[in-house]
């Protein structure tokens, strides 16, 4: 076994991808996910598990900052992106455009991700790093989702939880 590097990694993964295309359109939805760190993260996972488009809203810093293009690989010119002030309007439009919208947020009605299947159209609304997503934002949701912790810790890291709920449904979407 040996490690791919270059150009033969290159070659690897085109003739993976075209034997294997994505399904579904997924939209992230950010609600004021502050640290650039996170941002930056989200745009590489984002390019990487092919999201259609990136929402940015309230709080959430836009990809122009140095920390996020540094973390996000320049990952932020491959991803489309927009911003938006209110989540919950760009909710309600996304909802008109037919998507399902689902918050990675522990609710007293949130199903494990990995029990859950999603809709080809669907969009992951994810929350600020200490307070979570909003019950204005909740209220609109049409389902909850959480990724199952059996350490000692009541949560992962945001882009770490996008990442894990995103390669589910990748993986969905591609045996549809």
Same mark, same amino acid.
């Given at each position: 076994?040996?490690?791919?590097?270059?150009? %033969?990694?290159?070659?690897?993964?085109?003739?993976?991808?075209?034997?294997?295309?994505?399904?579904?359109?997924?939209?992230?939805?950010?609600?004021?996910?502050?640290?650039?760190?996170?941002?930056?993260?989200?745009?590489? $996972?984002?390019?990487?598990?092919?999201?259609?488009?990136?929402?940015?809203?309230?709080?959430?810093?836009?990809?122009?900052?140095?920390?996020?293009?540094?973390?996000?690989?320049?990952?932020?010119?491959?991803?489309?992106?927009?911003?938006?002030?209110? %989540?919950?309007?760009? $909710?309600?439009?996304?909802?008109?455009?037919?998507?399902?919208?689902?918050?990675?947020?522990?609710?007293?009605?949130?199903? %494990?991700? !990995?029990?859950?299947? /999603?809709?080809?159209?669907? !969009?992951?609304?994810?929350?600020?790093?200490?307070?979570?997503?909003?019950?204005?934002?909740?209220?609109? !949701?049409?389902?909850?989702? /959480?990724?199952?912790?059996?350490?000692?810790?009541?949560?992962?890291?945001?882009?770490?939880?996008?990442?894990?709920?995103?390669?589910?449904?990748?993986?969905?979407?591609? /045996?549809?």
């Amino acid at each position: 076994m040996n490690q791919l590097r270059g150009t %033969p990694l290159k070659r690897f993964l085109r003739h993976w991808r075209r034997a294997n295309p994505p399904g579904g359109e997924v939209v992230l939805l950010l609600q004021s996910v502050a640290y650039p760190v996170n941002v930056g993260s989200l745009f590489r $996972i984002a390019d990487a598990l092919h999201v259609h488009e990136m929402v940015l809203t309230g709080i959430t810093p836009p990809p122009t900052s140095r920390s996020i293009q540094k973390v996000s690989r320049d990952r932020q010119n491959d991803v489309p992106w927009r911003y938006e002030e209110r %989540p919950e309007d760009a $909710i309600r439009a996304l909802k008109q455009d037919g998507y399902h919208i689902s918050a990675i947020e522990i609710t007293d009605v949130s199903l %494990p991700y !990995c029990d859950v299947f /999603f809709p080809p159209r669907t !969009c992951l609304v994810l929350g600020n790093e200490d307070h979570g997503v909003t019950r204005s934002v909740l209220e609109l !949701c049409d389902s909850a989702v /959480f990724v199952p912790m059996y350490g000692h810790g009541l949560s992962l890291n945001v882009h770490v939880s996008a990442a894990i709920v995103l390669s589910h449904i990748a993986q969905q979407n591609r /045996f549809e």
